[in-house]
Antibody
């Protein structure tokens, strides 16, 4: 069974870049059946799809975040990463990584999530 | 404002049945698979339903999903206190701003 674990700073200063890593275990990140994605949830709010990356490194980003988001894969470490630049308080959220079954549009296995707070 | 519309809350007594709706459009639900997620308090979401009506291994058959046109529903039968959670629908939106989308979530209270 796939397991995913987010890691990264819990506090980021306003205007800086948020960087998170998701480590995948129990399977290969090069598995062609899966894509890999990020979702966030602001305090007391619903889920927001951020973006995903395929095994061939094709990326899809939420249109409103596209200018600030980069998702990448490191197959040697079985990890994928999220970078979100020029953050503001509105980017304060719990960030989840998950594997995305792209042809059916669902997230199967989720990480436990990590809270990132943007401070001024 | 979420692309997919869900009722903010539903409630029912233990043992009863409840339905949660998810409304969209032809660019999302109408032409793509729908999934459902359960988020217990303080935990990560968990996949309940995918491909409109398929349950992953380990999900009890008390949970079922369906889709018709541009709407989808999640049915929960024989409610248990442990079902009290937030429920989200999700799908792909094929519009110009293509991407994954979620409903705003529905808080289920088991009275």
């Amino acid at each position: 069974q796939l397991q995913l674990q987010e890691s990264g700073p819990g506090l980021v200063k306003s205007s800086e870049t948020l960087s998170l890593t998701c480590t995948v275990s129990g399977g290969s990140i090069s598995n062609t059946d899966y894509h890999w994605g990020w979702i966030r949830q602001a305090p007391g709010k619903g889920l927001e799809w951020i973006g995903s990356i395929s095994y061939s490194r094709t990326t899809y980003y939420k249109s409103s975040l596209k200018s600030r988001v980069t998702i990448s894969v490191d197959t040697s470490k079985n990890q994928f990463s999220l970078k979100l630049s020029s953050v503001t308080a509105a980017d304060t959220a719990v960030y989840y990584c998950a594997n995305w079954v792209a042809n059916k549009a669902y997230f199967h296995h989720w990480g436990q999530g990590t809270l990132v707070t943007v401070s001024s | 404002q979420s692309v997919l519309t869900q009722p903010p809350s539903v409630s029912a007594a233990p043992g009863q049945n409840v339905t949660i709706s998810c409304s969209g459009s032809s660019s999302n639900i109408g032409n793509n698979y729908v999934s459902w997620y359960q988020q217990l308090p303080g935990t990560a979401p968990k996949l309940l339903i995918h491909d409109n009506k398929k349950r992953p291994s380990g999900i009890p058959d008390r949970f079922s999903g369906s889709k018709s046109g541009t709407s989808a529903t999640l049915d929960i039968t024989g409610l248990q206190t442990g079902d009290e959670a937030d429920y989200y629908c999700g799908t792909w939106d094929s519009s110009l701003s293509a991407g994954g989308v979620f409903g705003g979530g529905t808080k289920l209270t088991v009275l």
